[in-house]
């Protein structure tokens, strides 16, 4: 059974909303990034949110910008590529995991979706201790000269039929230093609708945090 909390972590004097989900006897936290324009109540990633949480892997499900950041963000786009902002958000939240008594000593681990990727390199980049990287339609290229500070191991998952984003991924996995793989899905799109899309992400999710993120 899960406790699931509403929380706000905060950064640098910033509130942000988070859901925090914890499975008994979990063996990890994967803390997620969402992409440009989403938030922490992305249905795609609430979906692998939940699937994680059915194998015993916490997860927090971050809003990387304020409510008011949000909004300017949805009239300007002005905020939604600031790969540094948005990874040093992440930074701060992996240190408030680090500091509740419920997830201290859990392994951590993230989840990037879309521009959310490149946010989570960026942070790892800066964070010995993350276990695992897992990146659902990103963008690991934005993460830059970060890509090869990079030490956990890091899957790429990106639908067959998005052409562009697949050739992001794979120069942004020949920068990578740190095990990885790209996990290529037949027929997917950017969003991962199609029929069984979603759930070979979730799947290939949960196999790859449970290898590096539980105990051993």
Not at 17 to 32: D, M, N, R, W
Not at 45 to 54: D, G, K, Q
Not at 103 to 127: D, E, M, Q, V, W
């Amino acid at each position: 059974m899960n406790t699931v909390a509403e929380v706000l972590v905060r950064a640098n004097g910033k509130r942000l909303g988070a859901t925090l989900s914890i499975p008994h006897e979990a063996q990890g936290i994967v803390l997620f990034a969402h992409g440009s324009g989403s938030s922490r109540h992305s249905p795609r990633n609430v979906y692998v949110a939940r699937s994680l949480n059915t194998h015993a892997i916490a997860t927090l499900l971050l809003d990387l910008l304020t409510d008011e950041e949000d909004e300017i963000d949805r009239r300007t786009a002005g905020l939604r590529f600031d790969i540094g902002l948005l990874s040093q958000r992440l930074s701060l939240a992996t240190r408030w995991c680090r500091k509740q008594p419920e997830t201290a000593k859990l392994r951590i681990g993230y989840f990037g979706a879309s521009t959310g990727a490149g946010a989570a390199l960026r942070a790892a980049a800066t964070h010995s201790e993350v276990g695992a990287i897992v990146s659902r339609g990103g963008r690991p290229d934005l993460a830059g000269e970060a890509l090869a500070q990079v030490t956990a191991p890091t899957l790429l998952i990106v639908g067959e039929r998005d052409e562009a984003v697949l050739d992001l991924n794979r120069r942004a996995a020949a920068q990578l230093r740190a095990r990885h793989e790209i996990a290529i899905v037949a027929d997917a799109t950017h969003l991962f609708e199609e029929p069984g899309a979603l759930e070979q992400v979730a799947s290939l999710a949960q196999n790859w945090f449970m290898r590096y993120l539980s105990a051993a």
